[in-house]
């Protein structure tokens, strides 16, 4: 990276310039990178870094809001609290679940959006490609209501279109039950965010070198041979970003739960336990404990992808 | 390409854009169906009415919808303004100048975008009340700029590392300083790029419903997702199924119309920041 960005004015420094005037220049430029880069760096910290500390701190006390002058010190009881509770891991549970199946569901229909985009006719790729775009800018909000309402067992028309399947009939209640309701949130996500990953991927399908397909077509590679023994793995950066990605951004799944269960028939997740517990219930000890954890689990999810998968998000990003 | 072969690419193409507008063809339908056919249990209205809407403009959800319409418009846009400001010296500095600590920003940016938000919304949520930002404009473009600010960073950085710097150097040997230099030639020639990522973060602060839904309590700061959210709440008398999908209607067609205009731009900012396209 440093060897890219470096101003081409310094690689075309005349041998003879002395060498003092360019240790000024790069002190000065090192001033002016802080300057212009330094506010939006401390921006972040302060929105991020600052109240997940407030949040810390919060978690060691016995807080309720209605009831503040019971406030008490007590170090990491909240923690023991919480994870003695089967609350706890059942929205863990929960969380992790819709977090492989929507992943691994959208990772194999990404890929399969992304190839046709690939490879569409001319005349049909802008409009795919436009087409894509639809999903993502629909606010998550709406979705979940229109996934919502559309199952619905007074408003919907899930249950009259679907009647010819067994076990669906017009008095089948999709969010009665835990395994339905997942259902429909999963679809929910599903239909959200598989655009995006398949603009990932299709970014990752468009760097693997034409040379390499036909070299395989001519040595007589299959389709499927192709699929799997040149294509993918000279994607597998744009893959593990996209899956990385997605993970993460599952295991924060909160508007669709909100909108669509509030919890009901044990859906709750991570996000929404923490939600629930400071918002409406106003224990602000507790609270805080479940999203300190909520937060050193995204870091441990990010960790072990990064570690695990050796993913260099520098080189991913275009950094490298 | 045979006949056969084109074939599938177009239907395959037909069943990708059936999916991608499904569930909007639905909402749309939803709201067009009188409060007497909302269960009709069929896809379409029986007979389309404008009643939802004239509901939510001047009827009994007006003043649930109008303020949220405005708080999010206010909110979002200076939101997406401050980061914008923000993030184009930052990206300026990360894809032109050489100095340390360009790595630690990236990398701050990358965490900052996969914060768990609600993390951020319960210390907020007792900390904006004791300092009485809660229920405020400014109680909620601070934690936008949570979800802006990093987007911003990364796919305008994306952008100007496209710039052909060149000019800027020629500007430099012409006399002009660095900040001239910046100003009056890249300026120009980023702008498409800081557009582009103002479209993003805008739509990106625009979808936020947990800081919405828990930092607000009343009609003064209230963003429309969270008064979605709420609808089921505010009427009594009727079923706000259909009112509801008029307003999710409101809010959603401009941003796809938005999103479709610049649909180019958009896809290159959001694969670039991640995947070097």
């Known amino acids: 990276m440093s060897q890219t960005t470096l101003p081409p004015v310094e690689k075309t420094q005349p041998v003879s310039a002395p060498a003092r005037r360019i240790s000024d220049r790069s002190r000065a430029e090192r001033k002016l990178g802080w300057m212009l880069a330094g506010p939006a760096f401390l921006v972040m910290l302060l929105v991020t870094a600052y109240p997940i500390l407030q949040a810390v701190w919060y978690s060691l006390f016995n807080y309720r809001l209605t009831d503040p002058a019971n406030k008490s010190f007590t170090g990491l009881s909240n923690y023991g609290v919480i994870l003695t509770d089967s609350l706890w891991w059942q929205a863990l549970g929960v969380t992790v679940l819709i977090t492989v199946i929507t992943v691994a569901v959208e990772l194999v229909l990404g890929f399969a959006l992304a190839f046709v985009m690939a490879k569409a006719l001319r005349s049909l790729r802008p409009t795919l490609r436009a087409g894509i775009l639809i999903p993502y800018a629909v606010i998550t909000v709406v979705s979940s209501l229109a996934w919502k309402f559309a199952f619905d067992i007074d408003t919907g028309f899930v249950n009259s279109w679907f009647a010819w399947l067994p076990g669906i009939g017009s008095d089948t209640d999709w969010f009665g039950g835990q395994g339905t309701s997942l259902f429909v949130v999963c679809l929910a996500e599903i239909w959200k965010t598989t655009p995006f990953i398949s603009l990932l991927l299709l970014a990752g399908l468009a760097q693997v070198p034409e040379v390499l397909q036909e070299a395989a077509k001519v040595d007589g590679a299959t389709f499927r041979q192709r699929l799997w023994k040149v294509t993918i793995p000279n994607m597998k950066a744009a893959i593990m970003v996209a899956v990385l990605f997605r993970t993460l951004d599952a295991f924060r799944i909160f508007d669709s739960i909100f909108v669509m269960t509030a919890g009901a028939n044990n859906t709750e997740t991570v996000s929404f336990l923490a939600y629930r517990q400071t918002i409406t219930r106003v224990e602000i000890g507790l609270g805080s404990a479940v999203s300190v954890l909520l937060f050193v689990s995204v870091v441990l999810i990010a960790f072990g992808f990064i570690k695990g998968f050796k993913i260099d998000l520098a080189q991913a990003r275009g950094e490298g | ?277």
């Open chain 2, 1 to 277: 390409m045979s006949t056969r072969e084109k074939t599938w690419w177009w239907i395959a193409g037909v069943v990708i854009i059936l999916y991608c507008l499904f569930p909007i063809a639905w909402i749309v339908s939803l709201s067009l169906k009188a409060p007497s056919d909302i269960s009709n249990a069929s896809f379409l209205p029986t007979s389309a009415t404008w009643e939802n809407y004239t509901q939510i403009f001047t009827g009994s959800a007006a003043d649930l919808f109008l303020p949220a319409l405005r708080n999010s418009f206010g909110i979002c846009l200076i939101a997406t303004f401050i980061s914008c400001i923000l993030s184009m010296f930052a990206a300026y500095a990360i894809a032109r100048l050489d100095f340390p600590g360009k790595k630690l920003i990236l990398s701050t940016a990358l965490a900052v975008a996969i914060f768990p938000v609600i993390s951020i919304v319960t210390p907020l949520f007792n900390l904006w009340r004791q300092i009485g930002l809660y229920d405020t404009w400014l109680g909620l473009i601070i934690p936008y700029l949570s979800l802006t600010l990093p987007i911003s960073i990364w796919t305008m950085s994306a952008f100007f590392r496209e710039i052909p710097w060149e000019m800027e150097q020629a500007a430099q040997v012409d006399g002009a300083t660095t900040w001239q230099a910046f100003r009056k030639v890249i300026v120009p020639l980023a702008s498409p790029g800081v557009f582009t990522t103002a479209i993003i973060a805008f739509f990106i602060a625009w979808n936020d419903f947990a800081y919405g839904i828990s930092l607000t309590s009343t009609s003064r700061a209230r963003p429309v997702p969270a008064a979605l959210g709420l609808f089921s709440g505010a009427s009594q008398f009727e079923d706000p199924t259909g009112v509801t999908a008029a307003a999710a209607v409101v809010v959603t067609v401009p941003v796809v119309v938005l999103v479709l205009m610049f649909q180019r731009r958009i896809v290159a900012g959001l694969t670039n920041g991640a995947v070097k396209g």
